[in-house]
């Protein structure tokens, strides 16, 4: 089992930013990638970005490409979601997830574990 917790989330004005945070534990020798989702109210979770646990391969969703950057701290077990340039639309829970799968990085199905979820509310 692996245990997911994000924290870094807030109440911005738009045009600012935020740096989220999720930590992992527990069996993390088998996480092969970590995403970030989120889920605005009244609609689906949606993906937003993801990171391989080695190398430098990095996806993102259109709608946050060159403002948000993930990254990861591998001796901390920890990855991170830069979110710059925030807008109102940008407001949703977000979730960071694990998953020991290869494919499919920018969908639900790779990823068995999620955390509780962080709230970022961006004003206009």
């Known amino acids: 089992q692996v245990q997911l917790v994000e924290s870094g989330g807030g109440l911005v004005q738009a045009g600012g930013s935020l740096r989220l945070s999720c930590a992992a534990s527990g069996r993390t020798s088998s996480i092969y990638a970590m995403g970030w989702f989120r889920q605005a109210p009244g609609k689906e979770r949606e993906f937003v970005a993801a990171?391989?646990?080695?190398?430098?391969?990095?996806y993102y969703a259109d709608s946050v490409k060159g403002r948000f950057t993930i990254s990861r701290d591998n001796a901390k077990k920890m990855v991170y979601l830069q979110m710059n340039s925030l807008k109102p639309e940008d407001t949703a829970v977000y979730y960071c997830?694990?998953?020991?799968?290869?494919?499919?990085?920018?969908?639900?199905?790779?990823?068995?574990?999620w955390g509780q979820g962080t709230q970022v509310t961006v004003s206009s």
């Open positions: 990171i391989r646990w080695s190398g430098d391969s990095t």
């Open positions: 997830a694990a998953g020991p799968r290869r494919w499919g990085l920018t969908t639900n199905a790779p990823y068995d574990y």
